[in-house]
């Protein structure tokens, strides 16, 4: 098994972007459309737990589309094989004067469909705390 293969980091960096922009903008289509559309797929929020597709969807349709800029301050891609990749990042947002800071973990899988994320995490860390060096 090749790990970080070239042109799967390629295809994992082309497609994160979309996902992004989509999250900062509410496009709520394309965010659950990048997600496994099954029961087993799993988002784990910062105030939820998401099991299944339905799940996910009920959310990102209720979720309010106020303050979601964020500055991404680490990305890494890393690819097992042809089909399988996580993507880790380490974000910042401005509430109110404050910075705060996060954390995001994907795992992607090629479907039949194309690449689609199966399982997510998103965190906030306390107040006091920076980013990693």
């Known amino acids: 098994m090749q790990v970080n293969d070239p042109e799967v980091i390629a295809e994992l ?3 994160y972007p979309r996902y992004e922009t989509a999250l900062v903008t509410n496009d709520v289509d394309t965010l659950i459309a990048m997600f496994w559309n099954a029961a087993d ?5 910062v105030t939820e737990n998401l099991h299944g597709i339905e799940e996910i ?4 349709k209720g979720r309010s589309p106020v303050n979601l ?3 991404i301050e680490r ?5 097992f094989g042809r089909d399988f990749g996580c993507v880790t990042l380490e974000f910042s947002r401005e509430n ?4 705060i800071y996060g954390r995001q973990s994907q795992t992607w899988v090629r479907m039949p469909e194309g ?3 199966v399982s997510a995490h998103v965190s906030l860390l306390p107040v006091s705390a920076k980013r990693s060096a």
């Open 115 to 117: 690449w689609r994320i």
């Open 69 to 71: 800029a964020r500055k």
């Open 13 to 15: 960096s082309e497609l």
């Open 75 to 79: 990305l890494d891609i890393v690819s």
């Open 41 to 45: 797929v799993v988002r784990f929020g």
């Open 57 to 60: 969807q009920a959310f990102r």
């Open 96 to 99: 109110n004067g404050e910075t």
